[in-house]
Nanobody, 124 residues
Framework: QVQLVESGGGLVQAGGSLRLSCAAS????????VGWFRQAPGREREFVAA????????NYADSVKGRFTISRDISKDMVYLQMNSLKPDDTAIYYC?????????????????WGQGVQVTVSS
């Protein structure tokens, strides 16, 4: 098991940027793929982006391609989500998840370690 803590959320105007961070502790984080998911009120938790253990492969939801970038710093056990050109539809609680599965999966069911989430609010 790994413990995950997200940070970096907040309130931003449409068109602005935020960088979310996911800090890990516990087992060797470099063995885990990490995904960012988000959940808006009344909606299912949906995939946003994922990165494989060595950072060489990433996947994105179509809705964020070209605007969001996922990256990781293996030496610091950190994963980041840089969010640019934010839209009001990006408003949600953002969660990072980790999986020993090893691939940058879009499947929420693959992830069995979750952080507590961080609120991102984009005003129009």
């Amino acid at each position: 098991q790994v413990q995950l803590v997200e940070s970096g959320g907040g309130l931003v105007q449409a068109g602005g940027s935020l960088r979310l961070s996911c800090a890990a502790s516990g087992r060797t984080f470099s063995f885990y793929a990490v995904g960012w998911f988000r959940q808006a009120p009344g909606r299912e938790r949906e995939f946003v982006a994922a990165i494989n253990p060595n950072g060489a492969t990433s996947n994105y939801a179509d809705s964020v391609k070209g605007r969001f970038t996922i990256s990781r710093d293996i030496s610091k056990d950190m994963v980041y989500l840089q969010m640019n050109s934010l839209k009001p539809d990006d408003t949600a609680i953002y969660y990072c998840g980790a999986t020993f599965y090893g691939l940058a999966s879009k499947d929420r069911a693959r992830y069995d370690n979750w952080g507590q989430g961080v609120q991102v609010t984009v005003s129009s």
